[in-house]
């Protein structure tokens, strides 16, 4: 059984800067071929898209919206993978996600569908 647990959310104003963190836990068997996503829902909107990487080769996808912004990275040895969120705009607000997918699919990669695993969620608030 998988478990993704987010971490780093918080409350900043605006053009300031945080840093989610999604740790795998997988078991004794860590998976290095997997897409890892952050997903964000703002109230009353629904869930989308933000960045995705793709843990074997590290080839990374940002929304347009936050392209310029933020940047997803991964650290192997401690299977965790990073969301570095810098210019907060109050947009920005909304419970951020993790999310890993372990098999193969052709959906996009801001598709909700092309993940197996979701995390709880981390809070973040952008005040103007």
């Known amino acids: 059984q998988v478990q993704l647990v987010e971490s780093g959310g918080g409350s900043v104003q605006a053009g300031g800067s945080l840093r989610l963190s999604c740790k795998a836990s997988e078991g004794t068997y860590t998976y290095n071929r997997k897409y890892v996503a952050w997903f964000r829902q703002a109230p009353g909107k629904q869930r989308e898209g933000v960045a995705s990487?793709?843990?074997?080769?590290?080839?990374?996808y940002l929304a347009d919206s936050v392209k310029g912004r933020f940047a997803i990275s991964q650290d192997n040895a401690k299977n965790t993978v990073y969301l570095q969120m810098e210019s907060l705009k109050p947009e920005d607000t909304g419970m951020y996600y993790c999310?890993?997918?372990?098999?193969?699919?052709?959906?996009?990669?801001?598709?909700?569908?092309?993940?197996?695993?979701w995390g709880q969620g981390t809070q973040v608030t952008v005040s103007s």
């Open positions: 990487l793709y843990t074997h080769d590290g080839d990374t």
């Open positions: 999310a890993a997918g372990y098999t193969p699919s052709s959906n996009p990669w801001y598709s909700e569908r092309r993940y197996n695993y």
